[in-house]
């Protein structure tokens, strides 16, 4: 089994920053691939990605204010969000897809419970 822990959301002023984490636990060996997510009414969008190899993608959302980094040896994830505007509030989770265990098990897709970061003056 796989966990995921979102931390560092919070309440921040317009034009601040936040950095987010998601640590991985479990029988973990490998993640091809770590997503954040926002929920917005309706939808839940693809804020960044990031592959086994370094590989980033990032939402319409991030708009050159969001980078998304790895540190694979602690399977944790990060978020740095700097510029923040009042619509960039929501809550954040944590995605993780081709999970490989120390097992030897694959693992289904994960999603941590989600983290609210809310931007207001």
């Known amino acids: 089994q796989v966990q995921l822990v979102e931390s560092g959301g919070g309440l921040v002023h317009p034009g601040g920053s936040l950095r987010l984490s998601c640590a991985a636990s479990g029988d973990v060996e490998s993640i091809a691939i770590m997503a954040w997510y926002r929920q917005v009414p309706k939808q839940r969008q693809l804020v960044a990605a990031i592959?086994?190899?370094?590989?980033?993608t990032y939402g319409d959302s991030a708009d050159g204010r969001f980078t998304i980094s790895r540190d694979y040896a602690k399977n944790t994830m990060y978020l740095q969000m700097n510029s923040l505007k009042p619509e960039d509030t929501a809550v954040y989770y944590c995605?993780?897809?081709?999970?490989?265990?120390?097992?030897?098990?694959?693992?289904?897709?994960?999603w941590g419970q989600g983290t609210q970061v809310t931007v207001s003056s």
């Open positions: 592959t086994s190899s370094g590989t980033t």
């Open positions: 995605n993780a897809g081709g999970i490989k265990g120390t097992s030897g098990r694959t693992h289904r897709d994960a």
